[in-house]
């Protein structure tokens, strides 16, 4: 059974950081794409940030220079590091593991979120 749980979130001032965690299992980890998305109040979820398999990694402009993905295999982790958060930033952060096979095969599995919230 594949689980992705996330931890680090939680209350912090504006120009504060927090650093997410994503712990996966039940699955080959390091052939996975994962990936960061938010979801604040009456709002679509958006990508925040992704890692590919490879390493290769992606930010949404509204984030680029603040946050950093990066991924460890051995530990079966992905962090997301925030720095210089802006109340914009509050939302809850989900965990995203996606796998896309040249043949077409793909799979995809979602975390429980946590939450951010960015407030003075």
């Known amino acids: 059974q594949v689980q992705l749980v996330e931890s680090g979130g939680g209350l912090v001032q504006p120009g504060g950081s927090l650093r997410l965690s994503c712990a996966a299992s039940?699955?080959?980890?390091?052939?996975?794409?994962i990936n960061w998305y938010r979801q604040a109040p009456g709002k679509e979820r958006d990508l925040v940030a992704g890692?590919?398999?490879?390493?290769?990694?992606n930010y949404a402009d509204s984030v680029k220079g603040r946050f950093t993905i990066s991924r460890d295999n051995a530990k079966n982790t992905v962090y997301l590091q925030m720095n210089s958060l802006k109340p914009e930033d509050t939302a809850v952060y989900y965990c995203?593991?996606?796998?896309?096979?040249?043949?077409?095969?793909?799979?995809?599995?979602w975390g429980q979120g946590t939450q951010v919230t960015v407030s003075s």
């Open positions: 995203n593991a996606d796998r896309r096979e040249p043949w077409g095969y793909k799979e995809n599995y």
């Open positions: 039940g699955l080959i980890f390091r052939i996975y794409a």
């Open positions: 890692v590919s398999s490879g390493g290769t990694t």
